[in-house]
Nanobody, 128 residues
Framework: QVQLVQSGGGLVQTGGSLRLSCAAS????????MAWYRHAPGKQRELVAA???????NYADSVKGRFTISRDNAKNTVYLQMNSLKPEDTAVYYC??????????????????????WGQGTQVTVSS
């Protein structure tokens, strides 16, 4: 069993900053990619930023230069630093992780395939 627990978020004025955190806990063997998504009312969920286990990052065009994704592999935690926030950044933000757990393979305990796990969601509201 793996849980992704998010923290951070809240209400901020245009131009302000927020930092989101997402920590994985439970029977984690390893984590591949980690990412942040957001879902705004009336819009489709979109990928905001992603980071591989080696630190390679990818960003949506709308947040390039303003948001920074990072991770602490020792803590199984991913962060999203959001600067120069705009009203259009208002959304519920979700973290995602591709996690290998420890499971009974039939021949003994070992690493599972990668499974997707999601955080509980965090509201970010940017006022104009």
């Amino acid at each position: 069993q793996v849980q992704l627990v998010q923290s951070g978020g809240g209400l901020v004025q245009t131009g302000g900053s927020l930092r989101l955190s997402c920590a994985a806990s439970g029977s984690v063997f390893s984590i591949n990619a980690m990412a942040w998504y957001r879902h705004a009312p009336g819009k489709q969920r979109e990928l905001v930023a992603a980071i591989t286990s080696g630190g390679t990052t990818n960003y949506a065009d709308s947040v390039k230069g303003r948001f920074t994704i990072s991770r602490d592999n020792a803590k199984n935690t991913v962060y999203l630093q959001m600067n120069s926030l705009k009203p259009e950044d208002t959304a519920v933000y979700y973290c995602n992780a591709e996690v290998r757990t420890i499971e009974n393979l039939g021949t003994g305990w070992g690493p599972s395939p990668h499974y997707d796990y999601w955080g509980q969601g965090t509201q970010v509201t940017v006022s104009s």
